[in-house]
């Protein structure tokens, strides 16, 4: 399926709004320089997509026009936190604002620190990265299936999605359901919602995300620790970074609840009993903020550079962000490359109504956090990511670009108007209203699309293209939808 963009139908911003935290200012002058950066990032954002005469965007307008609760946001400058700051609400229904200090779920994010946690126990030579994890696991194994061809599975595999393993994500659970266990979970067996942890093909194929495997993962550092997941994480890997606002502890009951921020669907309703709660720790589970994130990200930085060791080692950052088996997936993060040289580490998270995104510069000591406890946050993490990149010049964090549009004649949009079948039972509805062209996909809000050419339009809020293809007869018989590959739809009617 394609084209997802979702709204919701509450409105919000209605009384006090956002508090600023502006970290590590000491003159009135940089307080200044910094809080004009700031304005400047609230007011510049961009759509993915923009035609020519496309302005930019005030956040606060943004988040009304997305629906979105709430937004918390750091930037990274020099290797310093040069400022952070919330926006909305933690929880609308009680009016708790966003504020600096309040935790969101971190999604997948959870896998970077995860990695963090694994790779200290290989520096500390308790484990080897390239051993079969069976060696490992104590209290469960692997079930090495003929899928494998009886290649070894290893610790390396697991974070870095090539293991060959089933299980992409976690959905959690709400509040008063049955939790299961880890060992519940990789087994597929209630109350866990979610398939057994299985070979799909044999390890070191090819790049495979599963969330399933960093779960493995966290079951070999109970296993070899002998100590529950969140205790260890905190005291090997938050604690000595500094991120002690934040807990891997599902839910966590060792923080006020005024700083857990709620989640939201798309639809405006709050998630029940506020948010899920993930026993799938490594690859779900954190709780953090923004402010703590970055700490990580300039750790990492220095570390990197050889010029601290809080956790790991200058050797074992390089190997952390080293891509394993394909050019992107290193260990517990991404690797985004650009002709330069210029290099990001990065990583996005998604659990029930939060989605984040955080870039890490690997030489420059620049980045980013951003963290959104409502569902469709992912249509406006992008235009705050073009605004900072804008602002600060982050090199290529800026991934807006520009389409010139062409006027098209009423009577040729006309012929465009129908219902085309992209799936069974998932229809993209073409509709004209004055004068401009509309798209509305099965369960989703209605969008308009803008022409580059006579038959061929793009979406601005996704990076989507629709293109309207005549038959023999010169009627318009299918479209094609250009997005993360090429999909044909039939026109049923």
């Known amino acids: 399926m394609g084209i997802t963009v979702a709204y919701m139908k509450s409105t919000i911003f209605s009384g006090a709004l956002a508090l600023v935290s502006i970290v590590g200012l000491t003159t009135c002058g940089r307080i200044s320089d910094t809080a004009e950066k700031i304005q400047q990032v609230e007011n510049n954002l961009t759509t993915v997509i923009q035609s020519e005469n496309d302005g930019t965007y005030n956040l606060k307008d943004r988040m009304t026009y997305y629906h979105i609760h709430g937004v918390s946001i750091a930037i990274i400058h020099n290797y310093k936190i040069e400022w952070a700051k919330g926006y909305g609400w933690a929880d609308d229904s009680l009016k708790i604002p966003v504020t600096t200090q309040t935790l969101f779920q971190a999604g997948s994010i959870s896998k970077s620190l995860n990695s963090v946690g694994v790779l200290k126990l290989a520096q500390d030579k308790k484990i080897d990265l390239y051993t079969d994890i069976n060696t490992y696991l104590r209290s469960w194994k692997f079930p090495h ?26 959905g959690g659970y709400e509040k008063g359901d049955a939790i299961p266990t880890i060992l519940q979970v990789l ?5 866990a919602n979610s398939p057994a942890v299985r070979s799909m093909y044999e390890p070191g194929l090819k790049y495979e995300y599963s969330g399933g495997g960093i779960t493995i993962s966290q079951l070999i550092v109970m296993d070899i620790t002998h ?17 002690t606002a934040s807990t891997y502890q599902q839910p966590p009951t060792d923080k006020a609840p005024k700083l857990v921020s709620a989640a939201y669907y798309s639809d405006g309703k709050q998630v029940k009993g506020k948010y899920h709660i993930y026993p799938e720790q490594a690859a779900a589970g954190l709780w953090t903020n923004p402010t703590d994130l970055c700490k990580y990200i300039i750790e990492t930085q220095l570390a990197y550079m050889g010029k601290s060791h809080k ?26 490359s650009y002709p330069d040289s210029t290099k990001y580490f990065e990583h996005g998270g998604v659990d029930e109504g939060f989605i984040s995104q955080y870039y890490g510069s690997i030489e420059d000591g620049n980045g980013l956090v951003i963290m959104v406890n409502t569902a469709n946050g992912g249509n406006l993490i992008p235009e705050i990511v073009n605004s900072i990149a804008k602002v600060y010049g982050f090199k290529y964090l800026n991934h807006s670009k520009t389409i010139k549009t062409v006027d098209v004649p009423d009577s040729v949009l006309q012929n465009y108007s129908g219902q085309y079948e992209l799936e069974p039972r998932y229809i993209l509805t073409i509709s004209k209203e004055d004068g ?14 803008f022409p580059e050419s006579e038959s061929k339009f793009f979406l601005k809020i996704v990076d989507a293209e629709i293109e309207f293809i005549k038959g023999d007869k010169g009627q318009i018989t299918k479209l094609i939808l250009n997005q993360n590959g090429i999909h044909d739809a039939k026109k049923v009617k």
């Open 145 to 170: 299936a003929p899928l494998s061809k009886g290649k070894k599975l290893t610790i390396a595999n697991l974070l870095s999605h090539t293991g060959g393993l089933t299980v992409h994500g976690f």
């Open 187 to 191: 087994d597929g067996k209630k109350p």
């Open 227 to 243: 100590e529950p997941y969140e205790k260890f994480m905190y005291d090997n890997v938050l604690k000595p970074l500094g991120m």
């Open 311 to 336: 956790v790991l080692s200058q050797q074992m950052t390089n190997l952390m962000l080293t891509p394993y088996a394909n050019e992107s997936a290193a260990l517990g993060v991404f690797i985004d």
């Open 436 to 449: 401009n062209l509309f798209v509305q996909a099965t369960g989703q809000e209605k969008v308009e699309i």
